[in-house]
Structures are given as structure tokens and as C-alpha cells.
């Protein structure tokens, strides 16, 4: 295994081996993600974003934690129709995202909201706001809290995903389960088991990056 990955070394290598190199912005994005120890979902979490983003012809995507604005230039670019609403709740993450869409000329389809999601989401679910695709990707003991609003904006044949959600594969097994990370753990299997046997969900619980939760709204 790589580090704390949930998939095999030799598959993980042979995955980014092959996934095309990124360059110019977003290999700097990367680069700098890397040096300064900011998460970005894993290369095959974008990419599988980007297919779905095609194949389901996506617009309308709110994101829940933006970093440094790497998924969210890696969506929007994905659809050049699509535009992109970003929440993040640190002040100098916010102001670093707002300058990678600028250089990425792409200020005009992703716009960033500050704060914590915990407040903004039921705020832009008062003003009846609606996604066809909502990446959730932020404080991971806070997911349960922000599925209400998120799935009152999801329009029916909308699409929820989740990213993390097998956290390091503690989710999977106690034998993994740090002891300081109880609570989050706890919280991300109350999370799964409610997207699974949501009555308006399909949800596919996929060992991809960090595992991911993909959730069908059909009703
Ligand atoms: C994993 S990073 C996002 C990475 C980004 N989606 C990417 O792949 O490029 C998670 C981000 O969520 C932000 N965050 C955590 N809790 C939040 C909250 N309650 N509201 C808004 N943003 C939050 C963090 O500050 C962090 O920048």
C-alpha cells in the first residue's frame, strides 16, 4: 500500500502511470498542493469526476470545499457550458482559488463563496438555488450536516458525490480506526449507511481514491 491508500501500490502506480500528465496551471496547482500539504482529491477522483461531469452533460455543480481551486477548474473545464459554485471556509485557500480561476480565465464560470458550509448551504437552499451535480469535499464529520440542504438543491436526476468516505479504509474496519478519529469514523458510517438506504438514492460506494459514494437522486 501506498501511504494510508485503500488500493494496492502497483494498482495505484499503474493507474497514475497511465492517466494523461497535467501541465502548465494545473501542474503548478498540483506541484504547490504537494509542497504545501494542501488535499487535492487523487488524480483517478478527478478524472472520474470529469467522465461523469461528460457523460451526464452536468451545469449546474456546487462544491463543498474548494482548497486551492483545482477540482473546480478540473470541472468546469471538463463542460465548457458548465458553471461552478465553490464554498470554502479558509480565508487565505479562498483568496488563493479566486486567483487559480482568474489565471485560468475561467473567474466567469466559477464563483467561490467564503464560509463555513455548514451556514452557506442552507442559505443557498433558502434561495432555492438547484444543482444537477454537488461534489461534496470538505471536513469529513461534517458530511451528515451538510446532506439536508445539498439534497434539497439536488434536482431529480442530480448527481451527489462524495469524496473520502472510506477515509484511509478506517471506515471499513475498526483494526484501522485511530483512536483520535472515532468520531469522524462513526460519522462517515452513520453518513453511508443513510446515502444507501435513502429512499430517493442510488448510491455506489466506490473504492476509487479515497473512496467515493456516488448517489443517484431518481425521485
Ligand atoms: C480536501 S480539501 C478540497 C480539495 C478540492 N476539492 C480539490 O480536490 O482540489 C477540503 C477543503 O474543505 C474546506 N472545508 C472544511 N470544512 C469546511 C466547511 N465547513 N465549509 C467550507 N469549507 C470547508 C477546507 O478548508 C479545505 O480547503
Given at each position: ?52 461531469i461528460?457523460?451526464?452533460?452536468r451545469k449546474n455543480i456546487l462544491e ?5 481551486g483545482?477540482?473546480a477548474v478540473r470541472m468546469a473545464m471538463a463542460n465548457p457550458e458548465a458553471e461552478i459554485q465553490t ?10 482559488a479566486k486567483?487559480t480561476f482568474k489565471r485560468a480565465g475561467l473567474s466567469d464560470r466559477i464563483r467561490l ?107
Open positions: 500500500m501506498i501511504d494510508d491508500s485503500i488500493n494496492y501500490e502497483y494498482i495505484l502506480r499503474y493507474i497514475h502511470d497511465v492517466l494523461p500528465k497535467q501541465e502548465g496551471l494545473l501542474a503548478e496547482l498540483e506541484k504547490f498542493a504537494k509542497e504545501h500539504e494542501v488535499p487535492i482529491s487523487q488524480p483517478e477522483t478527478i478524472k472520474m469526476l470529469e467522465v461523469l461528460k457523460l451526464g452533460g463543498v470545499g474548494s482548497a486551492i483545482y477540482s464554498i470554502e471556509i479558509n480565508h487565505d485557500v479562498a483568496e488563493y486567483r463563496t467564503e464560509g463555513d458550509a455548514n451556514v452557506v448551504l442552507p442559505q443557498f437552499a433558502a434561495d432555492e438555488m438547484k444543482f444537477d451535480m454537488i461534489f461534496v469535499d470538505a471536513a469529513k464529520a461534517q458530511y451528515l450536516n451538510f446532506f439536508e440542504p445539498c439534497m434539497n438543491m439536488l434536482v431529480c436526476g442530480g448527481l451527489l458525490v462524495s469524496d473520502n468516505i472510506l477515509y484511509k479504509g478506517m471506515t471499513a474496519t475498526d483494526e484501522l480506526v485511530l483512536h483520535r478519529k472515532r468520531t469522524i469514523v462513526k460519522r462517515l458510517r452513520g453518513y453511508i449507511d443513510m446515502l444507501c438506504s435513502h429512499p430517493q438514492l442510488d448510491t455506489a460506494v466506490l473504492p476509487v481514491g479515497d473512496g467515493v459514494a456516488l448517489s443517484y437522486r431518481s425521485v
